[in-house]
């Protein structure tokens, strides 16, 4: 159970995916992209799901959330589901091409 269970199970102004506040895709648990800069949902924040969601549930939060460090910049992160090890899309992009690099030098080392 992360954050987006939470939202979908307990927040009053979540309805099939929109926040009716905002009268927009609940960002909690929809990516959005704003002046062409992409926001996950672990990096949304919501005053009224903090305060009215997360305040009431804040026992089950501790439970919920177990921080791991990032393999990529070692940052700390609420991974949101237990096989993540990235605390973001862009970490584990970066550490896929990191992989790739390193694939690639050996196939050329083998080929000259
Ligand atoms: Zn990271």
Known sequence: MNRKVLVKS???????????VRDIACP???????????????????????????????????????????NQCNKPFKPSSSASNYCSDNCRALARKKT???FNSKRQINHS
């Open 10 to 20: 307990k927040c009053a102004n979540y309805v099939d995916g929109m926040c009716v």
């Open 100 to 102: 790739h690099r390193k």
């Open 28 to 70: 909690l648990v929809t990516p959005f992209e704003y002046n062409g800069h992409k926001f996950l949902c672990e990096e949304a924040k919501c005053e009224y799901f903090e305060k009215n969601v997360v305040g009431i549930d804040k026992v089950v939060e501790v439970k919920l959330f177990t921080y791991k460090h990032c």
